[in-house]
């Protein structure tokens, strides 16, 4: 009796085995490769498919999909350094130094604003009439070029003001604003994308 019931448990245990590892990997694999091929479309090809992979089973294959995931990494990134950039500023001394980067704060606040419109006008566009498609997407253009123009003059802001002893505050908001332009311009090419064929 006993030995039949560990056998039989044995090849349960090995049909589920094999049954796990061999299903699940193709549509994904098939979702990475997808992300990769959009992602070749991008300014910042390599940045695209690091920081967006991990979201292939969310993507599956729609370029809708794959827009707004960028889009909400892209927020989620503006978000984060809006909350750094606000910190650095309470910590500087020099009070045309908290100035500039209060500026800054405040534009890459208005930049996240304009993400999040993005991810509303692409919220749910899969299913709305042709006609608005086109319209919806069209604003999610504009919102997304906005958030890169403020993005830009938070850091020429910065890059201007006279650091004096600061300027490593300086390098380093520059180079964190650098990077959400590339997420951003990303995100923008993304959703351009979107205008031929979902
Ligand atoms: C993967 O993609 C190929 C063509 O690109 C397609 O023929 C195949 O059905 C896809 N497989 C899955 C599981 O989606
Ligand atoms: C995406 O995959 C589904 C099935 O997995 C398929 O029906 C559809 O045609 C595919 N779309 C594109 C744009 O490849
Ligand atoms: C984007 O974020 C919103 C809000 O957090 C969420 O509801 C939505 O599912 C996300 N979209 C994708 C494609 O992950």
């Known amino acids: 009796m006993l030995p039949r019931t560990v056998l039989m448990s044995a090849f349960f245990f090995l049909l589920a085995f094999v049954t796990c590892t061999s299903v699940p990997t193709s549509p994904d694999k098939n979702a990475t490769e997808f992300i990769r091929a959009r992602c070749g479309g991008t300014r ?4 695209c498919y690091t920081s967006l992979s991990g979201y292939a089973a969310t993507v599956q294959n729609s370029t809708l999909k794959l827009a707004c995931v960028a889009t ?8 984060a350094l809006c909350s750094h950039v606000s910190a650095l500023r309470f910590a500087s001394g020099a009070e045309h130094v908290a100035a500039a980067l209060r500026d800054c704060a405040e534009e890459l606040g208005d930049a996240a604003d304009q993400v999040g419109r993005t991810a509303t006008e692409l919220r749910g566009l899969e299913s709305v009439k042709e006609s608005e498609v086109a319209w919806r997407v069209s604003s999610a253009q504009t919102w997304m070029s906005a958030a ?3 993005e830009g003059t938070c850091s020429d802001g ?8 600061t300027s490593s505050v300086e390098a380093d ?6 990077k959400v332009k590339q997420y951003t311009s990303n995100a923008l090419a993304l959703v351009n994308g979107l205008v031929d064929g979902r």
């Open 44 to 47: 910042y090809p390599d940045l």
């Open 72 to 79: 909400n990494v892209t927020l989620a990134r503006l978000r």
């Open 158 to 165: 910065v890059r201007n003001m006279d650091s004096g002893g």
């Open 173 to 178: 908001v520059c180079r964190r604003v650098g």
């Open 148 to 150: 890169l123009t403020y």
